[in-house]
């Protein structure tokens, strides 16, 4: 008769555990599927944006699935623990006294997330960005609500947390100024030398239309260093082509003086022997 009664209470006990494993992985697949349909809900809303916010869209887009993910994740594990009878309650109850002892070790999340929202409103930056946060630069692949992801040209992944973003040099807000400076030799005249550049400016701007918005202008003469007259142009372009153009006005130039027989400067020493010799050597 007790086995029967322990057999019978053992059978009920393990079919209330049942229904309750399945009760929970029903939470997590309906869990699932709310942020399955809520991030498309997210991406078809912001959709909207027009083309020149696309950048902060997409930072949007992000923010807002990180913000709906951890909803969804603290509203399942409450609906879990009170399938198993857990005192849900009371454990909020403890974790705010909990939260109230380890409120001075947590400030630094708080201000993490508030310094992400700040960010985010004032558009400091955005995804696609490339920025500069103090020694670290990249790429922004992620702005969540606690940290932000940079891809550097090298790759290395850098995580920063927002509460320690406080100086940010964003080089993808607007477009960008291109400066090269040319030096050429003391023995070539400054105004014939100018002249070619400004032929040649003419042209790199009808090559690069695409992302050259303003110039090459050749400004003069910029500066009498050491062992050259330095010349410097200068261009306007899109956000995160500087670079590439720079190094393709350089290339430019150098094929083009080489064409006019333009010397480009470079270090010359001249060495006096006591015989009364004399020799000139280029520093390398």
Known sequence: MVNDFTGVFSSELLWSYLIKIVNSIIVLIISGLVIKFGNKYIDNLLKREREKYIRRRNTLILLLRSALRYVIYFISSIIILSIFNVPVASLLAGAGIIGLAVGFGAQSLVKDIINGFFILFEDQFAVGDYIKVASVDGVVEELGL????????????????????????NYSSGNMRVMVDVGVAYEEKPSQVIDVLEELAGEIALEKSEVITDGPTVLGVQELAVSSVVIRIWAKVKPMEQWQVARYIRQRIKERLDERGIEIAYPHVVLLSKEGSVEETVVK
């Open 146 to 169: 606690r940290t932000t992801r940079l891809r550097s040209f090298a790759g290395e992944i850098h995580i920063i947390p927002n509460g320690e973003i406080n100086q940010v040099t």
